[in-house]
């Protein structure tokens, strides 16, 4: 995903943001996109989850008979 960053874009990337937002502010906004990211992840999961389901008790009621 950041390959084609590179390490220079993401340093420039960071200084912009502590610009922007300052040094006490940055721990609150990476607090805040970690717990984005961890919700969006169990989100898509449940979504998974719930599409497969069907087809896995299908496929076990297959596998008895």
């Not at 220079?8 to 502590?18: N, S």
């Not at 937002?21 to 940055?26: D, S």
């Not at 599409?51 to 008979?65: A, H």
Request: glycine share 8%; charged share 30%; no cysteine.
């Amino acid at each position: 995903m950041f390959s084609s960053i590179g390490i220079p874009g993401l340093i420039i990337i960071l200084v912009l943001a502590l610009i922007l937002f300052g040094p006490a502010k940055l721990p609150q906004l990476g607090k805040a996109v970690g717990d984005t990211l961890r919700e969006f992840k169990k989100s898509t999961k449940e979504v998974v989850d719930d599409v497969t389901e069907p087809f896995e008790s299908e496929e076990k009621k297959d596998t008895k008979n």
